[in-house]
């Protein structure tokens, strides 16, 4: 077999063992030091004598964790004020004390600013054009990952940038799957493996992306046989399979995330409001921004913000505002479109992800299970910013063909299998020495304008809490901002996290009659809020089960569920309740267009909907459907009034 190998090729495999040699040296180096010091630290506090006994020390410690626990117990139980009630706050900003930060985007960026100036102890306000996570937030690839594509970049380029990019977000990785539990977790990803050279090379990849996180890892990656990788994930091609490397990265529910800090901003005493849009930012006598000027893109009303400090964090959009503070402001933000498809769960197994590393033209695809159907994604391709962008067909048959390459015979791969598609657009950060949106680092800028505009722009899912950190550090210092506390947000549980556990489904099942599903779906979706959920009435005429009346009859969203996001979450049109509180417009467009006249109808129970309302809801929602895959000829096209 050695002698059969090409010279590049034994010389690949020569310097991923050695690698893989020097790579286990220095992890037991470290996790030497590491004992040696928690050693030292031991020793040090016994020598200490002045120190409190232990008597006293846990007694204190036991009242803090008491304090703290009431809080969190009031958190738990907390009702969010209603979108009436925020807005008035809004306005009384401008004849009573301004608010320290505004902050103009409720994508993850800027939701994720509030959380952190907010439990700083900042009088906060967040404002969105549309609704949380309307945008880039809510069309990601679903994965909480550090990275492998610039592991590997870092690693063959010697990019120390990479390194650090790679570093920073598996910290951050860990962070987001401990803070909520419920929207998030890990999933195995495997790498199919064609040619024997090609073990040695990803299995060092692998276990260079385990050594980088350190003490933060997932499981650890392992190799699997080519029946073992035909077992655990059965639809895999058999010809030429020689094995497969598993790696462990985090997935999660990107809109629900988007609430969830939303959410938990205003339960720390942030004001935040979605639907309401920024026209124009005001300034004071020396020229400086210390507003903004809102309308209410629902019924049309409009007023002034005043703040002593105004943040940018409108992802692909970032460029208009800076162009509201100086018009002759340039471009910072190099937009690339992504686009993603969803397939029936046959395509995939419920537990186990897949990468293609190299497609035909040298992108990277995912192949992953999510919410019980699959997703394959994600093109890269440079676009024009537009609010709800299209997604293009040869691009849809692009990620279809590449699917293919890597499934067995017996799964046809069809276009009338796509359930749904839609395109997000990426704010990358321009770097003006690329000649490809490819070359660009996902990495984020932050740049304060001679007028005191704070943009942050770029960045990804799974950095927003470190973004927002070092954002509102930066905010603190140009507007001399007084916070009461340090950043907190590494372990400030998001609203729903406290008391979850993956088995909290089984009480909901037994103590309301739900379906097995439908209590899986809301555990998972709203973790201890789920019993705020069941406390709606929705009972069904069936013998079982009792509890819960589903939308969709293929998919767990039910009534209560559209009721309860109106009250609690802000909800306020069909879209918001299809796409971002459910998500059933990514999972299935035609199963949400049939859906359709039955959330309007609760949703209009709930707000008091007059018919014309009504019917507008049916005219906007079958529009933004058609950006997710309806067919065309549903889409009910708005009327032009006669004159």
């Known amino acids: 077999m050695w002698r059969q190998l090409t010279k590049t090729q034994k010389f690949v495999s020569i310097a991923s063992a050695t690698a893989a040699t020097a790579s286990f040296g220095y992890y037991m180096s470290e996790k030497n030091n590491y004992n040696n010091a928690y050693k030292r630290s031991i020793q040090l506090q016994e020598r200490v004598s002045d120190m409190p006994n232990l008597l006293v020390r846990n007694r204190a410690f036991a009242e803090a964790i008491q304090e703290e626990e009431e809080k969190q117990s009031q958190r738990d139980f907390w009702l969010p004020p209603s979108r009436e009630d925020m807005i008035k706050k809004l306005k009384e900003s401008k004849e009573q004390e ?11 960026t800027g939701a994720g600013l509030s959380v952190d100036a907010a439990t700083r102890g900042l009088k906060v306000a967040m404002v969105e054009r549309d609704d949380f996570a309307s945008g880039t937030s809510s069309r990601s690839t679903k994965l909480v990952h550090g990275g492998v594509r610039y592991l590997q970049k870092a690693i063959m380029e010697l990019d120390y940038e990479q390194y650090a990019l790679v570093c920073e977000a598996l910290h951050e990785r860990k962070i987001f799957l401990d803070i909520a539990p419920h929207l998030s977790d890990e999933l195995p990803i495997m790498l199919p493996v064609y040619k024997w050279w090609q073990i040695p090379y990803y299995w060092v990849g692998c276990k260079m992306y385990d050594i980088f996180a350190g003490r933060e890892a ?35 529910n990107d809109a629900r995330m988007n609430v969830a800090l939303a959410m938990t901003a205003a339960c720390y005493g942030a004001t935040v409001a979605n639907h309401c849009e920024v026209t124009s930012l005001t300034k004071d006598e020396e020229g400086n921004v210390n507003g903004a000027v809102m309308r209410d893109t629902i019924n049309g009303d409009e007023w002034t913000v005043r703040a002593k400090g105004v943040i940018n964090a409108t992802g692909p959009f970032t460029d208009g505002l800076r162009k509201m503070d100086n018009p002759e402001n340039l471009d910072i933000v190099a937009p690339s479109a992504g686009v993603h498809i969803i397939l029936p769960n046959y395509y995939s197994p419920r537990n186990m992800g897949l990468l293609d590393p190299a497609t035909s033209d040298g992108r990277v695809i995912f192949f992953l299970p999510w919410q019980g159907n699959t997703i394959a994604g994600t093109t890269d391709s440079p676009t024009e910013v537009t609010q709800n962008p299209m997604p293009k ?58 007028n005191k505009l704070i943009t942050i722009a770029g960045g990804k899912w799974t950095t927003y809490r470190a973004m927002a ?90 009534e209560a569920e559209v009721r309860y996001t109106v009250r609690q979450e802000l909800a306020c049109t069909a879209v918001d309740v299809l796409a971002r509180r459910t998500r059933l417009a990514f999972l299935n467009a035609e199963a949400a267009y049939q859906s359709l ?3 309007i109808e609760i949703m209009a129970d709930e707000l008091k909907w007059d018919e014309a309302r009504q019917k507008q809801e049916f005219q906007s929602a079958t529009v933004f459907l058609a950006t997710m895959g309806l067919s065309k000829d549903k889409v009910v096209q708005p009327q032009t009034e006669q004159k």
């Open 98 to 108: 301004p608010f320290d930060l505004l902050i103009v985007g409720g994508g993850a």
């Open 218 to 252: 997932l499981e650890s990656s392992y190799f699997l046989t080519r029946s073992k990788a035909l077992e655990a994930f059965p639809m895999l091609k058999k010809d030429a399979l020689v094995g497969a490397l598993v790696y462990y990265d985090g997935q999660h």
């Open 393 to 450: 067909e040869d691009e849809i048959n692009w990620i279809l063909d590449e699917v293919s390459h890597y499934l067995s015979a017996d799964v046809k791969v069809r276009r009338s299998d796509v359930l749904a598609a839609w395109s997000g657009i990426r704010p990358l950060v321009r770097d003006p020495h690329a000649k490809n949106t490819e070359s660009l680092v996902r990495n984020h800028m932050i740049n304060v304008s001679e």
């Open 469 to 558: 950190e070092e954002t509102v550090d930066r905010a603190i210092e140009v507007f001399n901002l007084k916070p009461k506390d340090k950043c907190v947000t590494e372990k400030v549980m998001l609203i729903g996290s406290k008391g979850y556990s993956s088995t909290m489904f089984i009480r909901l099942v037994q103590e309301f009659g739900m379906d097995t599903e439908v209590a899986q779906h809301l555990a998972r979706s709203y973790g201890n809020r789920a019993w705020e959920v069941a406390s709606i009435d929705d009972a069904t005429s069936a013998s079982w089960p009792t509890y819960g009346k589903r939308i969709s009859p293929n998919y767990p969203y039910i």
């Open 597 to 599: 006249p039955k959330v």
